[in-house]
């Protein structure tokens, strides 16, 4: 195909203006199309040529690491594309400012240095499509792009069509064609903005009427209690102090059927109040401390766990946050591992966070067992703190610790087992009896989930937080604020840490290794970034420049060697078509070997006449070389002597290579 000149200049502005590269797109426009006025070319040899291609795999795998060090890997794809006519600028140079109107692709980066080497090329055509595709990546949604796209496309079709088509029906026909291809174009992307609404719209239904994860509005009994089995670290906690023991993630109002039940309706965008930097609570606000948190957030949103009286977050890596008027806080888009610095104050607290209702239900179904327990501890007289604290003693007499899921037996419900015979469970049992004992008490109180801080790593020096550090426990409100009520065996942590692995030690070093690229990866770790790049670079130049230097270019004419070659129409004669089928065999003509000798080594023949097929060979040769031609009576035979002899192909037999 022929690439008209200056074609590939337009591309490279037009690659320039869409990916907002215009000055790289102006400067690689002028090197390349600067060939046609340079007065100087080069020789390359092939293996010039290869070490070009080994310099810009070179270039290329650069290139990748340093999108990878500075991009999210989700827009890994788009940015390396984007950049492909910068990377791969070496190989069209070579070729335009060499004395070859082709060049070698090929490699010799291997153990044994042996070159591997493709047939030449011209890469021009390439490079011509790389730059429209890469173009395509910027993505600009400009009302020009198509209308541009479409000229290049039809300059280089036009060049390329053929001769037997006016220009006028040839242009008629593409504009057609490009009419129909726009139309499609804005078709598709109407038909996929509605889809995405669609689906978005399905998704928040979904989410509000099945209350489910990444939200988290309803907790299933024993959810927790399933974590207990695992060592996974999922948060960091760093402070130069001791932090609050408990970290609150979402609160629950509502038991029923062995679900405690929240709600999403009231979840409203929460504003930043400078860049990267929210209020959970609304100033003025009391001098705290302050504390850094790593979360792994691996669907990128979910729930934000903080201590009571957090009042304030700064973070990079949160981008949109959601709270209720409870204090519960919704990631709506972060990183896969989010880190925020937290101010707190043990005294502050929302002031939206007030008991409703919901907060003094009691199931009917678990009132009995409630009300016996109630009678068991006396509280005649008692305040509300004192009650609470008679609770907690009663908790502590009788009740142990245990892993173990309870079925209800003889009771109406696994709660019920519990309280009056078992009275032996994880968390999430004692949580729950103690909210609802509340109740009876006539303190408004929740449920709580979230987790402890209990571990501080000596391989981290920081307090990691484990899924089998994942805790539930009661908030009362006493004196107009929420208060922690934990009435589970303080010995929990001891017990939950006798089924950790023993070698937890060393996965404990391949999690922080794991942990630590991972905030590489998204740019968490940004005082190691810039270090990073530049030995990239620096690696990379240095063997750029070993392979240039191994170039030997030898300086030529100004003109490019374009070999001549004479060309003939073709005469076809009744006898071509048994020379096409010689030709298309995978037995080469040896030198100096007549046709007819080759002939009989590629096939076995039923009825042969060596000076028949000699004479109808001759008689073709005539008819496509001698100026005078044949007679009609000799055209006559070749035509029937070609017939005979294309139909004996057919029947013959082909030996396997040929005879010797």
Known sequence: MKVPPLII????????????????????????????????????????????????????????????????????????????????????????????????????????????????????????????????????????????????????????????????????????????????????????????????????????????????????????????????????????????????????????????????????????????????????????????????????????????????????????????????????????????????????????????????????????????????????????????????????KDFSYSLSFLGKEEYDTPLGNFLLKQKTGFCEYYATATALLLRLYGIPSRYVVGYAILEKSWLERKYVVRERHAHAWAEAFVDNSWIVVDTTPANWAEKDLEEAPTLETIQDIFRLIRHQYGLFRIGSGTENTFFYSTIVIVLTSFLVIRIYRRMRIKQAGGEKKVEKVRSFERIISPFSPIMDICLQSDVMRREKESFVDWVVRIYQWNAFDRMELKDLYHLHLRMRYDPEGLGVEEVERLRQGSEKYLEEIGKAKRPAGGLD
């Open 9 to 396: 200049g337009v591309a490279l502005l037009f690659w320039g203006v869409e990916t907002d590269n215009l000055l790289v797109g102006a400067l690689l426009c002028l090197l390349l199309e600067g060939h046609n006025l340079a007065t100087t070319r080069y020789t390359l040899t092939e293996d010039d040529f290869i070490k070009v291609s080994d310099l810009t795999s070179l270039i290329f795998l650069g290139s990748l690491a340093l999108v990878l060090l500075n991009h999210k890997p989700i827009n890994f794809l788009r940015i390396t594309a984007g950049w492909l006519p910068f990377i791969l600028s070496p190989l069209i140079v070579a070729q335009l400012y060499s004395t070859s109107d082709k060049i070698v692709i090929g490699t010799r980066l291997t153990s044994k240095k042996k070159i591997h080497a493709h047939k030449p090329i011209d890469f021009r055509f390439y490079y011509l499509a790389i730059c429209i595709f890469a173009a395509a990546t910027g993505n600009s949604r400009a009302l020009w792009f198509y209308p541009v796209m479409g000229f290049i496309l039809a300059w280089f079709l036009y060049q390329n069509r053929g001769r037997s088509f006016s220009s006028t029906l040839f242009v008629i026909l593409l504009g057609v064609s490009l009419g129909f291809g726009y139309a499609a174009i804005m078709g598709m992307e109407l038909a996929q903005s509605h889809i995405l609404a669609k689906v978005h719209h399905f998704w928040r239904g979904y989410y509000r009427e099945k209350n489910s994860d990444p939200y988290k509005s309803h907790v299933n009994f024993g959810e927790t209690g399933r974590l207990k089995v695992s060592g996974e670290i999922i948060m960091r906690v760093d402070a130069p102090y001791a932090p609050p023991h408990l970290f609150k993630e979402a609160s629950y109002s509502l038991f029923a059927r062995g679900n405690w039940l929240g709600t999403q309706a009231d979840f409203a965008f929460l504003a930043p109040v400078e860049e990267a930097s929210w209020n959970l609570v609304d100033p003025p606000h009391k001098e705290g401390k302050t504390l850094s948190v790593q979360y792994n957030l691996p669907k990128e949103k979910g729930l934000l766990p903080y201590p009571h009286g957090g009042y304030h977050i700064k973070s990079n890596t949160i981008f949109e946050i959601e709270k209720n008027r409870n204090g519960v806080v919704k990631v709506i888009d972060g990183a896969s591992i989010i880190s925020y610095d937290l101010w707190y104050h043990p005294e502050m607290q929302i002031k939206t966070d007030l008991p409703t209702a919901r907060n003094l239900i009691v199931p009917e179904n678990e009132r009995y067992v409630l009300q016996e327990v109630i009678g068991r501890i006396d509280v005649a007289g008692f305040s509300d703190i004192n009650k609470i604290a008679a609770l907690q003693q009663y908790f502590k």
